[in-house]
């Protein structure tokens, strides 16, 4: 079974950057596909990023792309998402997630473990 928790939330203003982290423990971390979700307040849970077990295929949400990265370091068993040119829609709390299933998969269902959640604040 894998553990997930993630960091770098916080405060930031419009336009600006965050990284968030993902470390990953337990037997075979790196066997996993792991994915990013977001939830706003009085929304539904929502796919922001996934990225392969080798690290070497990512997908996105249209929404993102062009302005997050997903990144994986498998020696150091950690995820990020690079987040640059926020914007107050970006608002929301940010999950890692870890998957046996494909590496495209976009629905919460599709993932077995989940982190605690970062919160995530972009401030106009």
């Known amino acids: 079974q894998v553990q997930l928790v993630e960091s770098g939330g916080g405060l930031v203003q419009a336009g600006g950057s965050l990284r968030l982290s993902c470390a990953a423990s337990g037997r075979r971390s790196t066997s996993y596909v792991i994915g990013w979700f977001r939830q706003a307040p009085g929304k539904e849970r929502d796919f922001v990023a996934s990225i392969s077990r080798s690290g070497g295929q990512s997908y996105y949400t249209e929404s993102v792309k062009g302005r997050f990265t997903i990144s994986r370091d498998k020696a150091e068993n950690m995820v990020y998402l690079q987040m640059n040119s926020l914007k107050s829609e970006d608002t929301a709390v940010y999950y890692c997630?870890?998957?046996?299933?494909?590496?495209?998969?976009?629905?919460?269902?599709?993932?077995?473990?989940w982190g605690q959640g970062t919160q995530v604040t972009v401030s106009s």
């Open positions: 997630a870890a998957s046996q299933g494909f590496s495209d998969s976009r629905y919460d269902y599709q993932y077995e473990t």
